[in-house]
């Protein structure tokens, strides 16, 4: 016997306009429903998934886990990647582009990168057939937002620590949790809360393009954000912060997300104007403006430094990625596959010497020699925990 499975597919608040592809209002859109059967119940083995047309209004990923059916959003809230070609394990699809993660049974987001969920549906199996059924709305809306309580005095306070993807998303669980006190984020940078792992992949981008909410949004929430205050000192005993604009705040609770910070060479020269470390939306702008028909020498053979070569790679006038290890991402992913990206790539190992030149770290000899005069450097090594 197959057993029904059910989603508890809620309706999306922000983002259901731009969304919407049909002349349909919202408002009809969101409670005329569609149902279909979306295939038989053995074209899909457990652990399988699929994506399956529903009535010819949108599709849905289908996930069979043993007997069960459960049918979410086909497409990742991040940036849109199809969760089919992504992989299935353990109640959770992972998104095959940047790894965010989907729980199947609600589409509910348990892994970063993204921050919302993905809508979920209603699946029913009967006499051999798995039939969906769905809002109409739900099925255009790739994004699905939990509702979010407003703030209302007499409360309790929470200060966050840090302007990254962590701090947005405790603000939002605390408030779709119903969490009614004061939020406030405080961050050294100069934008709102963007989304950082663009600017390896596209260098030029400009902040407001990667925001990961709208000042209107946090408004809306009731979430303040203080930009361009780097917070200096905390004194647990005061429950109080210093920040290094003289400005000092109180909180009921603290939360420390500040992230990382990239690691460099211990090594003289790193300070110099080509030399250059990817963090921050005008790190990524500087190197690509800076990058143009010169010679780029980078370190690191990792997913950041690879994904800097790919974008510089008809950009540059030439290209060394510098390692200690044998192939790419040999830390990450080991040898086996490596090899095989190496080969894939047609990437030309650097010769022996100057891997041993780099790995007693002198290597910036090599690098002031072949590369410094004319080029830049960019580091793109592992980054390091960042304390207040
Ligand atoms: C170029 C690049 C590409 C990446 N690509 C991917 C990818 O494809 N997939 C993936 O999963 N991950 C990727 N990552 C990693 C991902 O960006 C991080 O895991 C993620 O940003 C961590 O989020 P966070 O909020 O913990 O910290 P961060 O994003 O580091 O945010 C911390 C924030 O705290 C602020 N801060 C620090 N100290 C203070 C202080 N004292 N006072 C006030 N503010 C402070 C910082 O300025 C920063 O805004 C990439 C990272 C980089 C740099
Ligand atoms: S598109 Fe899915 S994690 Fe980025």
């Given at each position: 016997m197959?057993?029904?499975?059910?989603g508890?597919s809620?309706?999306?608040?922000?983002?259901?306009?731009q969304?919407?592809?049909?002349?349909q209002p919202?408002?009809?859109m969101?409670?005329?429903?569609?149902?279909?059967?979306v295939?038989?119940?053995?074209?899909?083995?457990?652990g399988?998934m699929?994506?399956?047309?529903?009535?010819?209004?949108?599709?849905?990923?289908?996930?069979r886990?043993?007997?069960?059916?459960?049918?979410i959003?086909p497409?990742?809230s991040?940036?849109?990647?199809?969760?089919s070609k992504?992989v299935?394990?353990?109640?959770?699809?992972?998104?095959?582009?940047h790894?965010?993660c989907?729980?199947?049974?609600?589409?509910d987001?348990?892994?970063f990168?993204?921050?919302d969920?993905?809508?979920?549906?209603?699946?029913?199996?009967?006499?051999?057939?798995?039939?969906?059924?769905?809002?109409?709305?739900?099925?255009?809306?790739v994004?699905r937002?939990?509702?979010?309580?407003?703030a209302?005095?007499?409360?309790?306070?929470?200060?966050?620590?840090?302007?990254?993807?962590?701090?947005?998303m405790?603000a939002?669980?605390?408030?779709q949790?119903?969490?009614?006190?004061?939020?406030?984020i405080?961050t050294?940078e100069?934008y709102?809360?963007?989304?950082?792992?663009?600017?390896?992949?596209?260098?030029?981008?400009k902040?407001?393009?990667?925001?990961?909410?709208?000042?209107?949004?946090?408004?809306?929430?009731?979430?303040?954000?203080?930009?361009?205050t780097e917070?200096?000192?905390?004194?647990?005993?005061?429950?109080?912060?210093?920040?290094?604009?003289?400005?000092?705040?109180?909180?009921?609770?603290?939360?420390i997300?500040?992230?990382?910070?990239?690691r460099?060479?211990?090594?003289?020269g790193v300070?110099l104007?080509?030399?250059?470390?990817?963090?921050?939306?005008?790190d990524?702008?500087?190197?690509?403006?800076?990058?143009?028909?010169?010679?780029?020498?980078?370190?690191?053979?990792?997913?950041?430094g690879m994904?800097?070569?790919?974008y510089?790679?008809?950009?540059?006038?030439?290209?060394?990625v510098?390692?200690?290890?044998?192939?790419?991402?040999?830390?990450?992913?080991?040898?086996?596959?490596?090899?095989?990206l190496?080969?894939?790539?047609?990437?030309?190992?650097?010769?022996?010497?100057?891997?041993?030149?780099?790995?007693?770290?002198?290597?910036?000899?090599f690098?002031?020699?072949?590369?410094?005069?004319?080029?830049l450097v960019v580091?793109?090594?592992?980054?390091?925990?960042?304390?207040?």
């Amino acid at each position: 016997m197959y057993r029904k499975a059910y989603g508890t597919s809620e309706k999306g608040a922000a983002g259901a306009k731009q969304s919407q592809t049909s002349e349909q209002p919202i408002a009809t859109m969101a409670t005329e429903k569609v149902e279909a059967v979306v295939c038989n119940v053995n074209d899909l083995k457990s652990g399988e998934m699929k994506e399956v047309d529903v009535g010819g209004v949108g599709t849905a990923l289908l996930v069979r886990e043993g007997d069960i059916f459960y049918a979410i959003g086909p497409k990742c809230s991040h940036y849109g990647a199809p969760l089919s070609k992504g992989v299935l394990c353990n109640g959770r699809v992972r998104c095959p582009w940047h790894g965010a993660c989907f729980n199947v049974k609600n589409g509910d987001i348990e892994e970063f990168p993204g921050l919302d969920s993905v809508p979920s549906y209603k699946v029913e199996v009967t006499e051999g057939k798995v039939k969906v059924r769905a809002d109409k709305l739900s099925l255009t809306n790739v994004k699905r937002q939990r509702a979010m309580c407003k703030a209302s005095p007499g409360n309790k306070s929470v200060l966050i620590i840090g302007g990254g993807p962590a701090s947005v998303m405790c603000a939002e669980t605390l408030r779709q949790e119903g969490f009614q006190g004061e939020i406030t984020i405080v961050t050294r940078e100069k934008y709102l809360p963007y989304d950082r792992i663009k600017l390896s992949k596209a260098m030029d981008i400009k902040p407001d393009a990667i925001a990961l909410r709208t000042a209107d949004y946090y408004k809306n929430h009731d979430i303040s954000v203080k930009l361009g205050t780097e917070v200096t000192h905390v004194s647990t005993s005061e429950k109080l912060v210093k920040c290094a604009d003289g400005s000092s705040a109180k909180y009921d609770k603290l939360v420390i997300a500040t992230g990382g910070q990239p690691r460099v060479l211990p090594t003289p020269g790193v300070d110099l104007e080509n030399v250059y470390s990817l963090r921050t939306p005008d790190d990524a702008n500087s190197i690509a403006a800076a990058a143009k028909g010169k010679h780029v020498v980078i370190i690191g053979s990792s997913f950041i430094g690879m994904e800097v070569a790919a974008y510089l790679a008809d950009k540059a006038a030439s290209l060394s990625v510098v390692d200690i290890v044998k192939v790419p991402f040999q830390l990450t992913l080991g040898d086996k596959v490596g090899s095989v990206l190496q080969k894939a790539w047609k990437l030309r190992p650097i010769c022996q010497e100057r891997q041993q030149v780099f790995k007693l770290y002198v290597g910036v000899k090599f690098l002031w020699n072949m590369y410094l005069a004319t080029g830049l450097v960019v580091f793109s090594l592992r980054c390091m925990k960042r304390m207040v």
